[in-house]
């Protein structure tokens, strides 16, 4: 076991991570995860981007059968927007993956994060492959670390149930620092799941997690989520119980996410609640979370609760126009469309905000997005040349 | 005829205005604009905000029977999200004007601009009505100004087409300085047209000019377009005739605003192509109008056409993810879905950015949308405390 509970603590997993010269600073920028069995069941969620990157292409066709032994990661290029030549060099990493460790390729995946348009230096990730391949271990911490771009913390979650245990490691400050976007995760557990019980779990937690975590509304080329289950440990847990580590893993991972990110100032949660379904109310609170206006004002910690009406009044769902409530960190400062005599003093000059907003339908429909302010290092991070 | 021509220049319109003490700053904040007929076609296009300002609410239902002889407006208050006592203000000035021109409530619309979620300031306004209806006059351009908020210059147009003339005045930084991003358009017109040609007209040309003005996809509470015809010259043009003047007056007044925007260092076009139908191209070229991170690229005069991939990418259009082109002021950045060799070199420095899109999808549809860049002044303006 590694002194850092992760990706290969749960039985049946090695990793390893190399510093391959793909990134100028020299930091590591390859990683392998490998599942040693017995069971090589594995589930994902990729990008909804109709636009994406090679690795994604070949991953989403070798996971159709349900089944991953190993995993290229690498940081410093997306592998994204390079035709057939990204198509072509993907697959010869897998390859070389594939033949290295006495596997197939088809039972290989593959994920990129970095710069769109560049073509990966194959050069240096050659003798990269090599090395990874000849240094599985126990320390699922270098991966971790490996897979980070604008991070600045390695982002990894452990849980042990007694009978077994899930691990993951994630990178991405969400869609909050988005010039380098990306969100990958991987999560290892050696429960002995079938494959619809894994993608079931996967499935219901990306959905209220990452999903959830939003701030303008952009999902990369290349965000994947993957789940290996090595089924080492002998254990069938419940669905039930699968589902609750599973999402505890992707809360805890998208937490982390949204904690470092770039350029922020406020972290903000928005509730909708009183809509038709949670449909939605996902649906307005992401109008609330995308508004450039809402966000100007929460970096101004102005409780300017006139832009949240004017951001939901344009989603595209079943509301009450003139019963709409609005709460600030639990302040009333709408009520019935109308402010409150006190609403402009609200003090919103703490980190985080909370943002409820009651839709008044009457239906049970509730949901949560996580967002943040629009401030000025926001825009310098992301109108850097190229960055 | 005023030394400015614009709304009173046709035949049959009236103006006045007024610093009536709304604004702290003692600048005009009311004007009132009359319709002396013979006829008094009135028609209209409305935000489509569900959340709507206590003055729209109101003209809506004036201008239901095509009627409206005189219009109220102001600005440095929108009168929105004030409830029934917004809507009880509202009323009360509309039939106070009503009572000085001798005409029925029911025939005067009100306009309103300004912070959401203050009440009208009754009474200054109610002295102002007094005042207006005493001073109206042939200085239509008195009334350009009094509308203005953040506006750096009042915007007016004017057209004579021989027999007939059609003048405009409007407001709104469009959605470019959308703190007070209140778009307010009057056109007069002594043109003898039907209301069925006065709303065909309108419609049409509001959904190619000020619908295509769009920085973060917020449309206000209180957006109105009013076009208001006297019949007075006695001539009643085609259709085409007509069409083509209004669309010319929307379409210079939206320039206008385009051009008036604060906050904005680079004015950025946006078409799409090659999608299967126009309403598809324009919600592809929406996604890249309002993706943050295209509009901070921009503002750093970065060729990054990678993000204009993920952002159309997220499009819910049809097209050819491996085949789309893009191009940067008439340059080939992006072929095929991969960077031309030379597309980070593309000079971008300059202060208009072309951007096209070809979606490959072999379809005729093709829009435009007129966008800016992501700037440090739009979060200093739009983070002030309750600006």
Redesign the interface.
Known sequence: MSTHPGITTPAGFRAAAIAAGIKPSGKSDMALVVNDGPKFIAAGVFT?????ASPVKITRQHIQDHCLKAVLYNSGN?N????K??DDDALSLITQTANNLGIEPADVGACSTG????LLPMNVMRPGVDALSSNLGGNGHLAAEAIMTTDTVAKEFFSAQGEWSLGGMGKGVGMMA??L?TMLVCLTTDADVTAEMAQKALGKACSTTFNTLDV??????NDTVLLLASGASGYTPSQEEFDAVVYEACWDLMKQMQADAEGVSKRVSITVRGAEDNDSALTAARCIG????CK??F?????????V???????PVV?D??H?NVYFNGEPV?L????TPH??EVDLSGPDISVEVDLATGGPGTATVYTTD???A??DI?????S
Do not use: K
Not at 48 to 52: H, I, L, R, S
Not at 216 to 221: A, E, K, L, P
Not at 309 to 315: D, I, S
């Open positions: 909804q981007n109709q636009v994406f997306a994204a927007c390079n035709g030549q990204g710069l769109i348009g560049d988005p010039s976007a303008d509304g952009s999902t990369s080329t995308r508004d450039n206006l100007c004002a970096f101004g910690s102005d409780p300017n609760w006139g832009r009406l004017v951001a939901v009044g344009m989603a509301m126009p003139e709409i709408c019935d469309s109308t402010g609403a402009r629009l401030s000025h926001y825009v992301n109108s850097a040349y190229s």
